[in-house]
């Protein structure tokens, strides 16, 4: 449901989806993995295992644990990692989701309107007006186009509210080039 008034100009209004809402978290982990320090993540594990391993071999050498049990014990860790990782992303996903319902989402109906100078996002809880230079980066997925205010805050344009491909691709460059003139007459 596009309504493109003139070419600097739209307006769109749709409810979001529980998927949508899911996707869009996505983007936002991705978009927080490039900040993070892959190094630490990756470390980290080995380094406990590491430690295990030597704990293991000390335990065994002063007979403290059976060898068997001694050198059991890295891969009893490797299982129980995997295990804890495992139902931590679960236990996110059914919070998030549960955040979800929480808010109402899905039960308003947006109202978000561009044009060169201003966005305005309404719903029935009240009404947001933002310039352009509150927008950091716009992201084009196959399922959105994602405004964002930083790296893990930001709003969507649900794809489907879009004609096809081509006007999707068409507003997430015309969003883009609006985001680079706001952050280059900031920077002059």
């Known amino acids: 449901m596009s309504d493109a008034v003139e070419p600097s100009s739209f307006h769109f209004e749709f409810q979001v989806t529980k998927a949508e809402d899911r996707f869009f978290r996505a983007l936002a982990i ?3 993995k ?12 080995v380094l406990a295992y590491a430690l295990t391993l030597v704990w293991g071999y000390i ?6 644990l059976t060898q068997g049990a001694a050198y059991a014990s890295p891969l009893w860790f490797l299982l129980g990692y995997f295990f804890a990782y495992l139902v931590a992303l679960w236990s996110m ?3 998030n989701d549960s955040l979800f319902e929480l808010r ?3 039960q308003n109906t947006w109202h978000v309107s561009f044009n060169d100078l201003s966005i305005v996002i309404k719903t029935s809880d009240g009404e947001n ?7 950091a ?17 930001g709003f ?13 691709a068409a507003f997430a460059t015309w969003a883009s080039e609006r985001v680079s003139r706001a952050a280059n007459s900031r920077a002059a």
């Open 93 to 95: 996903s059914r919070m």
């Open 156 to 168: 969507y344009i649900p794809a489907r509210v879009f004609a096809d491909r081509p006007s999707r």
């Open 137 to 153: 980066a716009v992201t084009d997925s196959h399922a959105m186009v994602a405004m964002w205010y930083d790296a893990r805050l």
């Open 129 to 135: 007006r933002m310039s352009w230079n509150a927008i």
């Open 30 to 32: 991705n978009n927080l």
């Open 34 to 45: 490039l900040l993070g320090n892959q190094g630490i993540i990756a470390v980290a594990p």
């Open 59 to 64: 335990a065994a050498d002063r007979g403290w």
């Open 104 to 106: 109402g989402a899905a």
